[in-house]
């Protein structure tokens, strides 16, 4: 199949602390995975991204890894602030199409 | 700063009437894509073009159509709105299976 599926809808994190989002996928095919941010009434707005041949890749504050044999996405994000409050998608890019999962809303709390 | 521009951002119809949502973009890309999203879920493709004159369905099924006459412009057309419509919907834009897609911020679809 084609899918690509968030395992938590909602994730409640304190400011300061870290962030992790999970993600499967279930397109082994797939080479190229992105992760989207998407603030109310905005469209997704690009995070980070991986190709396949790689097992980690970080940016600022954010890291993403892939386990290719789990079929397992992760968006870590350091040090959690209030303006990271979003939905965050992952995507993966499969016969030139980008198939999103469901989403998951990150709150961040004081 | 948006690469990629969609008008209206929000637009309420009624039943019955034809609407034609823009989408334009200045990058020059070839591949744009048209999603449907409604609120907190996921977006589903429902329109892509690969080039100038080409067009196919995406995998969400819709009764939108579009045209792609020009690389910048790919605007989606309903031409009976219905409640079902109410969405909103998303535009985007690539330059190739290697690279990432530009958003842009989107139609808010009402349909009373």
């Known amino acids: 199949g084609e899918s690509v599926g968030l395992h938590l809808p909602t994730l409640s994190v304190q400011e300061g602390d870290n962030s992790i989002i999970n993600c499967a996928y279930s397109?082994?095919?797939?080479?190229?995975f992105i992760w989207y941010k998407q603030e109310s009434g905005k469209g997704p707005q690009f995070i980070i991204d991986i190709r396949s041949n790689m097992d980690k890749r970080q940016g600022q504050r954010v890291t993403v890894l892939l386990n290719k044999t789990v079929k397992h996405l992760s968006l870590q994000i350091a040090a959690t602030q209030p303006g990271d409050s979003a939905v965050y998608f992952c995507a993966e890019i499969y016969t030139d199409k980008l198939i999103f999962g469901t989403g998951t809303r990150l709150q961040v709390f004081p | 700063e948006a690469d990629i521009y969609q008008t209206p951002r929000y637009l309420v119809i009624g039943t019955g009437k034809k609407i034609t949502l823009e989408c334009s973009q200045t990058m020059g890309h070839d591949k744009m894509y048209w999603y449907q999203q409604d609120p907190g879920m996921e977006l589903h493709l429902i329109h892509y073009s690969y080039g100038v004159n080409s067009t196919e369905k995406g995998d969400l099924s819709s009764e939108s159509t579009v045209s792609r006459i020009r690389t910048e412009h790919f605007p989606l057309t309903l031409e009976s709105a219905r409640p079902s419509h109410t969405s909103q919907y998303l535009c985007a834009s690539s330059a190739g299976q290697n690279y990432g897609y530009t958003f842009g911020s989107g139609t808010r679809l009402t349909v009373v």
């Open positions: 397109n082994s095919a797939s080479d190229y």
